[in-house]
């Protein structure tokens, strides 16, 4: 549990340049995509990677922005009201913004509130289904709830949507074991 804490955390604090949620970087995030598939190796995968997420956690709009850098900032502080009422103040503000819907539901799920945190990845996914931190996040719900079937069947959306998760095929070796170990 803590080195998935840290995972997440991990995830939710990386930052980079801002860039735009307009059309233009949804094209980019599309080209990222395909390019990510196509990784001739870690490090490649990984960067490609740190460029979506940069496009992720940097909305057009320079308020909502400065409220997602309030809640990474209160996430990593373990200050979860705060951090709460900012990623709400996004989903307001913008719930177009997958991203904003995602930290709410990571702070949800390090709170150990599983169903509201897949109440809104369903959300996430909805606006982007590629989104593989929230499938991971769907995952590590579903396996906090003791259902290995749907954690299984989110890893292995989220390793389809970047075959570059670390973690993924360990987890997914894991829930396999442990579903299997259940059938007997």
């Known amino acids: 549990m803590i080195r998935a804490l840290i995972i997440i955390l991990g995830l939710?604090?990386?930052?980079?340049?801002?860039?735009?949620?307009?059309?233009?970087s949804s094209q980019a995030v599309n080209r990222l995509f395909d390019a990510l598939k196509g990784a001739r190796d870690a490090s490649e995968g990984n960067r490609l990677?740190?460029?979506?997420?940069?496009?992720?956690?940097h909305p057009e709009d320079p308020e909502t922005g400065e409220l997602m850098t309030e809640g990474r900032s209160a996430l990593e502080k373990l200050d979860f009201r705060t951090a709460l009422k900012r990623f709400e103040e996004v989903i307001k503000r913008s719930p177009e913004l997958a991203?904003?819907?995602n930290k709410r539901a990571t702070v949800y799920y390090v709170m150990g509130n599983?169903?509201?945190?897949?109440?809104?990845?369903?959300?996430?996914?909805?606006l982007e289904p590629r989104h593989f931190g929230a499938l991971a996040g769907l995952g590590m719900n579903y396996d906090a709830l003791g259902d290995k079937q749907q954690a299984l069947n989110a890893w292995r959306r989220a390793l389809d949507a970047n075959p570059h998760i670390e973690d993924a095929p360990v987890r997914i070796r894991q829930l396999e074991k442990d579903l299997q170990q259940q059938n007997i």
């Open 12 to 24: 939710v604090c990386w930052t980079g340049l801002p860039a735009s949620a307009d059309s233009g």
């Open 99 to 101: 991203e904003g819907w």
């Open 49 to 57: 990677t740190s460029l979506i997420w940069q496009l992720w956690n």
């Open 114 to 126: 599983f169903k509201a945190s897949i109440r809104d990845i369903q959300q996430v996914l909805r």
